[in-house]
């Protein structure tokens, strides 16, 4: 009787486990939210990494964009995009990533041309935000200060998120650096 009941605790924990780790890999599934992530994530292949990495913008923070390609050595198949790191400044410095996907790149310029155009005049109210998202968690917000000037925040990732401030000029420097790795990945499609 008593190994029976012991048995069955045990099969109980065993069964707890198993679906418990079938949980979790089904969420690692779940958490790329671009194609490309999703892509490099591929289990029980080789992929190949090609990256190149522009110049660095350091304010309060750094960010680093690098064009992406992606090959699964198997099937021969590519998958283009970019990835863009953001590095607190001060005492946390923490470092995120957040990758867009190939498609996608011409709406975050979009994006940063219509919120670089943003001023108090948009709203009737004291203070402004714009803001952009990609899918891969990747924010630019540009706002306005207490000075009366904007100022522009780059953010990577969702929980335990990198922010970095940078001027409307350096938006403006991210923006040419996100073109120059769009050409680069069109030179080599």
């Not at 679906?19 to 790329?32: I, L």
């Not at 990533?97 to 979009?110: G, T």
């Not at 540009?142 to 938006?171: H, M």
Request: glycine fraction near 8%.
């Amino acid at each position: 009787m008593k190994t029976k009941i012991i048995f069955t605790l045990l099969l109980g924990i065993v069964l707890v486990f198993a679906v418990g780790a079938g949980q979790q890999s089904k969420e690692t599934q779940q958490e790329s939210k671009t194609q490309i992530e999703a892509f490099g994530m591929q289990r029980g292949t080789v992929i190949v990494k090609g990256y190149s990495a522009l110049p660095t913008i350091i304010e309060m923070g750094k960010i680093t964009v690098e064009c992406l390609e992606l090959t699964n050595a198997s099937t021969g198949i590519r998958q283009f995009g970019i990835v863009i790191e953001v590095e607190e400044s001060g005492r946390l410095e923490r470092t995120d990533r957040s990758f867009i996907d190939y498609d996608e790149i011409d709406s975050l310029l979009k994006g940063i041309d219509y919120i670089s155009k943003v001023t108090s005049k948009n709203t009737k109210l004291n203070n402004f935000e714009a803001i952009y998202k990609t899918k891969g968690d990747f924010t630019v917000t540009l706002f306005n200060n207490e000075r009366g000037g904007t100022q522009v925040a780059v953010k990577s990732g969702y929980i335990g998120s990198a922010t970095a401030f940078i001027s409307t000029d350096k938006l403006a420097q991210l923006r040419v650096l996100i073109v120059q790795a769009k050409e680069k990945l069109d030179s080599i499609k």
